[in-house]
């Protein structure tokens, strides 16, 4: 089983309703983006809440996973994953 069909997190992004616009930020050293085109975390803020809105939708940092008030660890999560390298066109 390769990584990315054993990793519970991103496999759990599907069940979020997301907005149509979003800001992404992705957490890694420079030589995991530079050598790997990896990192190590990911932050994903709803680009169109208001100042009275939670604007954080979810993050994830190794296999610490936060989405609202809810906090897992997903011991079988990869602490390292791809980045984002494919931006608007289809998956």
Same mark, same amino acid.
């Given at each position: 089983?390769?990584?990315?069909?054993?990793?519970?997190? =991103?496999?759990?992004?599907? /069940?979020?309703?997301?907005?149509?616009? @979003?800001?992404?930020?992705?957490? #890694?050293?420079? &030589? =995991?983006?530079?050598?790997? /085109?990896?990192?190590?975390?990911?932050? @994903?803020?709803?680009?169109?809440? #208001?100042?009275? &809105?939670?604007?954080?939708?979810?993050?994830?940092?190794?296999?610490?996973?936060?989405?609202?008030?809810?906090?897992?660890?997903?011991?079988?999560?990869?602490?390292?994953?791809?980045?984002?390298?494919?931006?608007?066109?289809?998956?």
């Amino acid at each position: 089983m390769n990584a990315a069909a054993s990793d519970r997190i =991103s496999n759990s992004l599907f /069940q979020i309703r997301f907005p149509h616009f @979003v800001w992404v930020m992705e957490i #890694g050293t420079v &030589e =995991s983006y530079r050598d790997r /085109q990896s990192c190590v975390g990911e932050i @994903v803020l709803d680009a169109t809440a #208001g100042m009275w &809105e939670e604007g954080r939708i979810y993050a994830r940092i190794g296999a610490d996973f936060h989405v609202g008030d809810e906090y897992a660890n997903v011991s079988s999560a990869p602490v390292e994953f791809k980045q984002f390298t494919h931006n608007l066109g289809e998956v």
